[in-house]
């Protein structure tokens, strides 16, 4: 091969690699009319949008999750929402609910306190979002909860935290002997303890909202507990 032929060669090389580079697949992007509208919100039963929530978590996790064009989709739900689940999360910085569950804005209905409980207020919320059309509520724990671990040392924080760790109380007070130390350095009793928590607030729930259980007794609502991994990003649900 001649020294021009060989430069030539080189640079359809470079070319190749600089395309493929900047190539993506169609499907990573979201595209306008991505974002829930009232036919598939509509189109969406409770078990539909489990299904949805455990896709966009395995995305998280194995790192394919989609690209998205927010200006698109701010500007798609501009004039409405129409989210088909809600989710009650602990205040956990590490823990953004759309992002582990790979869904943009629009989708998804969001309440946020430190130990994931439900009070009143919160279950007025989550009342509008079954009237607004949410299918699925998800109560999301998680491991090493810094809430739960101040619960389990009856820690005395002061101020209006103390009155948000006595929510946890309960389910301290439920779990037993069978782990080791009750206090927030037995990793294995605080794990009981989160778990126990969303066990609990499931139940406060469905005690306290006549409009939630009575969605739930009809099948037009699911109520489903679930637990976050900090390690691996993985949710482990409860269905």
């Known amino acids: 091969m001649s020294r021009i032929e060989t430069r030539w060669w080189s640079l ?40 949805l929530l455990k896709k966009g978590n395995e995305r998280f996790v194995s790192g394919k999750m989609r ?15 129409h ?5 009650v999360s602990c205040l956990d910085s590490r823990i953004p609910p759309e992002t582990i569950f790979d869904r943009g804005i629009g989708d998804l209905f969001v309440a946020r306190i430190a130990g994931n409980f439900v009070n009143d207020d919160i279950l007025g919320s989550l009342e509008f979002a079954v009237i607004s059309g949410a299918q699925t509520i998800v109560i999301l724990g998680h491991n090493r909860c810094g809430a739960v671990i101040g619960a389990c040392n009856q820690q005395d924080a ?8 006595a929510n946890i109380n309960p389910a301290v007070q439920s779990v037993g002997h069978e782990h080791g130390p009750r206090d927030g350095d037995n990793p294995a009793f605080v794990q009981a303890v989160a778990e126990e928590n969303v066990h609990l607030t499931i139940q406060k729930l469905l005690d306290r909202s006549l409009r939630l259980r009575a969605a739930v007794e009809d099948g037009s609502l699911e109520v489903v507990g679930a637990m976050y991994d900090l390690t691996t990003g993985e949710v482990e649900f409860w269905d």
Request: no cysteine; proline share 7%; charged share 20%.
């Open 12 to 51: 359809w090389l470079v070319v190749g690699f600089l395309a493929a580079s900047m190539w993506v697949a169609p499907v990573a992007l979201s595209k306008p009319g991505s974002t829930m509208s009232p036919g598939r919100q509509a189109g969406t039963d409770t078990e539909i949008a489990l299904r």
């Open 67 to 81: 690209r998205r064009d927010y200006p698109e989709e701010v500007s798609e739900t501009a004039d409405g929402q």
């Open 83 to 87: 989210p088909f689940a809600a989710i």
């Open 158 to 165: 002061g101020g209006l935290l103390a009155g948000t760790l």
